[in-house]
């Protein structure tokens, strides 16, 4: 079991590779590290990869099984066998170095405000990197485009199998909704966030949508009780990272029973992985297909 501090740690870390870092931290470091891989000036794709996050391991080795070298320790790869005997660099915010060169990849894939410091180390040490920033869905399908590219493989059957998710038909009336994300602060994605953007892209009416962030995470605006109530959603999506139960903690504060969707039981406990963090290809598929029981058949 991940202790409270470290499941706060990778909380912050997951809020921060799918871009929800202050925008003049990832903009200096964009300015830095170059985000393409350049394969104009190469002769051959990459072949031997190292990821330093999830969701990037898991579209590599989709891709292209055979180039992918070392990835991020985390219970997503752990839990898959995909990727057993596959040198483990550590957690994904703390990556070890010499293991990581040792590996000799020739393409290092990182996250946006996050792996700048290290992506530096390691352009200083001849080893082109990219930094991927995976806030919308059109962000992930450039990535995996981009990952393709690097590859010499096809990207197109990857983006038609999980475009598919996407719902061809939004209802009527969206309802109104709100994503509460921890607890100590309460979080709510506007869209400029991963959550945000599939939020929309599945019809929801997002209450915070066009708030904007005044905390250390862009893509989230801090709620307090009484902005939870002065919003009062016709449908509640929760995420807590820190409990095996979302609602938890949720349930034991004085505003709770005042809410009208938890009057008219349309309260839903969602994954930390898929919905705010894309974590990997098949989290995402399990967020969109939850997201469409919940969102299209509102009424």
């Not at 990832?26 to 990821?51: H, K």
């Not at 409990?243 to 938890?262: G, K, M, T």
């Amino acid at each position: 079991m991940l202790s409270r501090l470290s499941r706060r740690q990778l909380f912050a870390f997951g809020l921060a590779s799918v871009g929800a870092w202050g925008m003049g931290r990832l903009a200096q470091a964009q300015g830095r590290i170059p985000q393409e891989p350049l394969l104009s000036a190469r002769q051959s794709p990459f072949r031997r990869v190292a990821s330093l996050t999830t969701l990037t391991a898991d579209i590599l080795y989709r891709l292209a099984p055979d180039r992918l070298v070392g990835i991020p320790a985390s219970r997503l790869l752990e839990e898959d066998p995909r990727f057993q005997g596959l040198t483990r660099l550590g957690l994904g915010n703390q990556p070890n170095l010499e293991q990581l060169v040792a590996l000799q990849p020739d393409w290092v894939v990182g996250a946006s405000g996050f792996h700048e410091a290290l992506a530096e180390r390691l352009q200083e040490l001849g080893i082109p990197t990219y930094l991927t920033r995976v806030d919308s869905w059109a962000a992930l399908e450039e990535t995996i485009a981009t990952l393709a590219a690097a590859l010499g493989a096809d990207p197109d059957p990857l983006l038609r199998q999980y475009g598919s998710l996407l719902p061809q038909e939004l209802p009527r009336v969206r309802p109104k909704t709100l994503l509460l994300v921890g607890t100590q602060p309460i979080l709510s994605p506007n869209r400029q966030s991963w959550a945000g953007d599939l939020l929309e892209r599945f019809g929801a009416d997002n209450l915070t949508a066009t708030l904007q962030s005044q905390g250390p995470f862009r893509g989230y605006v801090t709620l307090s009780a009484e902005r939870i109530l002065e919003a009062n959603p016709e449908v509640l999506l929760v995420v807590n990272p820190e409990a095996a139960d979302p609602l938890a903690f949720f349930r034991s504060r004085p505003f709770w029973n005042r809410l009208q969707a938890v009057q008219t039981g349309k309260v839903y406990g969602f994954d930390y992985y898929g919905l705010v963090n894309p974590g990997s290809l098949e989290k995402i598929r399990v967020a969109c297909e939850q997201l469409a029981r919940v969102l299209l058949k509102v009424g």
